[in-house]
């Protein structure tokens, strides 16, 4: 799941209106928006602390970057490009959204060194995409997906569960979807209402009624197994911490330990598998040193919910192992694969 980026954020400039949920100022924490210089200072104070550029993307993120005037973007683009090559960064990804995706654009994006592309798509469902006011269709996401594959970018599909009027089946109908475009990678966002947001406006009025946090937690263990299953990429998992986010938050499923959450459900399903049979109170689960504290779930949350069931569970650690894997009475079980 991990993805090395140099995080520049570019706000509103590019966004051509406000989605239900969005308050990016909120999420980026910035009011004011980067220039040449700011993009120079940043990568050149970057290359010189990272020890692989050659795994890490310059990334233009937090607004609609294909959207913005073109004259910032090539600005930007520009300043951007003299840090990409040989022994500097790998490339550069943005993030837009699909409805300011065209060939004339893409043709820019390619001369200037962009190597990955990510749409925001929220939602495959036009139901939940008018409802929250994205603007774009479910088509748009596809055309905009398949024009950005033949020009041999990297795709990424951005998805955000639990928006309104969204349900479970709508959830996996989105990540079913998603799987048949066949991106390189997925961020999965669970919402989060923001203040000064028309879904806190929808959600105060009693209008928005929010699934409960462990459904949303167990639908995106689901897709996280079907996205894996797929050879697809999770490359985010839940919103960054940030201080002006929560004390924004007026409801929905921050917390800044949700991805470690979710993948815990996965590894406590794994476990549980194995011992339905299992005669021994006493079993030895070897995970990799830098999956341990996912194993043993959030605050030891796993171990206590196997200990309800009567088993103690004796956890060590083998770097053999994949960090999706775990082994018990010597079989290894990836927890991440649909069974």
Do not use: W
């Not at 290359?47 to 913005?68: C, K, M, N, R, Y």
């Not at 894997?325 to 649909?338: D, P």
């Amino acid at each position: 799941m991990k993805h090395n980026n140099i995080s520049i954020f570019v706000t509103h400039v590019g966004c051509p209106h406000m989605c239900a949920f969005c308050n990016q100022h909120t999420i980026t924490g910035n009011s004011e928006i980067p220039h040449a210089e700011d993009v120079q200072r940043i990568c050149s104070k970057a290359l010189e602390q990272i020890t692989d550029p050659q795994e890490t993307e310059i990334a233009f993120f937090g607004g609609s970057f294909t959207a913005v005037p073109r004259e910032y973007m090539l600005e930007l683009l520009q300043a951007a490009s003299e840090f990409v090559g040989e022994g500097k960064f790998k490339g550069i990804r943005i993030s837009t959204r699909p409805d300011y995706i065209d060939k004339s654009v893409l043709d820019i994006l390619k001369e200037c060194g962009v190597t990955s592309i990510e749409l925001g798509a929220q939602s495959l469902c036009d139901e939940v995409l008018d409802a929250n006011e994205r603007g774009h269709s479910e088509k748009d996401v596809i055309d905009a997906s398949l024009l950005i594959k033949s020009y041999g970018f990297e795709l990424g599909l951005q998805m955000m569960v639990g928006l309104y009027k969204s349900s479970e089946d709508r959830e996996l109908y989105t990540a079913k979807r998603i799987i048949d475009i066949e991106p390189k990678t997925v961020r999965i966002y669970p919402v989060v209402v923001l203040e000064g947001t028309k879904l806190a406006e929808l959600f105060k009025k009693g209008e928005y009624k929010l699934m409960p946090f462990e459904t949303v937690a167990a639908l995106c263990a689901k897709m996280l197994k079907m996205f894996y299953g797929a050879g697809i990429d999770v490359i985010k998992l839940g919103l960054h911490s940030s201080e002006l986010v929560e004390k924004s938050i007026v409801a929905g499923y921050y917390h800044p330990a949700f991805s470690e959450i979710v993948q815990s459900r996965l590894f406590l399903e794994a476990i549980k598998s194995e011992i339905t049979d299992n005669k021994e109170n006493i079993i030895e689960i070897a995970v990799n040193r830098r999956s341990y504290s996912v194993a043993a779930g959030h605050k030891k949350s796993n171990i206590n919910a196997l200990k309800e069931l009567g088993v103690d569970c004796r956890m060590i650690t083998d770097d053999s192992l994949s960090r999706q894997e775990i082994k018990i009475n010597g079989e290894i079980i990836n927890v991440f694969k649909i069974t």
